[in-house]
């Protein structure tokens, strides 16, 4: 009978191993800004109201295919029309309605993104959250974190083995932190904070524009590694 070679993680004492962790933590600036557009309207005819909530929608749209060139992509999210009933009385009497629509949109210049969030917020019953900053999943930022990780498990693992004498041979092994129990790939939280400052605008009837500073992006990658090195003389 021929027997199975058996797996040894930790290595022998004729090819010792070493396992090392890479880390990589950089900042980039970031390539996308979103921001949320919330639009409601409220009366106490549902058809009134679905009107005033179609129309409010509609006029934040057309502002927001004015900044065609700065806009990258735009997405409505929810849509809701509920009815509000009295708290006393008896029976299900409604008191009025409320209409919601929500939209998100994804800008890459953000040299215009300050004036479309003030005149959106300009306008009636009309709420702008944001903006969340971010990289793209395939920013450079992304693969040069990940570069300087394994750099730097290489690094780790060398000076282990120079601390012993020897050298290393072999690489083994080299993956992610977290592989075996890998989640969904994912974009970097949002950044909420942001720098505002308010200044008068050219012309009186228009809001004044925000001056919104770009957070920079935390960008952070973890590299496992092993590898195999001559045996030292201890």
Known sequence: MTSTPHHTPYG??????IAVRG???????????RIGITVQARGTDRRDTLTDLTRRNTTALDL????????????TGTFSLSPELTKHGRGERVRAYLGTVRT????????ALGELTTRLAD??????????WALRPDSPAHREARRQAVHEAVRRAREYAEALGTTL????ELADAGAENAQPYGMEPYSRSLRTQGFDAADPDEPPVLDLEPE????????????????PAL
Do not use: C, S
Not at 216 to 231: D, E, G, I, L, S
């Open 64 to 75: 927001v295919r004015t900044y065609a060139d700065a806009v990258e992509k735009t997405e």
């Open 12 to 17: 022998t004492p004729d090819t010792p191993r």
């Open 216 to 231: 920079r992006q935390h960008v952070y990658a973890q590299v496992n590694a092993r590898f195999t090195m001559a045996p």
């Open 104 to 111: 998100t949109v994804e800008l890459t210049d953000f040299t």
């Open 123 to 132: 306008l009636d019953l009309t709420r702008v959250d944001g903006p969340w």
């Open 23 to 33: 880390e990589a933590h950089l900042e980039a600036d970031p390539d996308i800004a």
């Open 169 to 172: 041979t072999a690489l083994v």
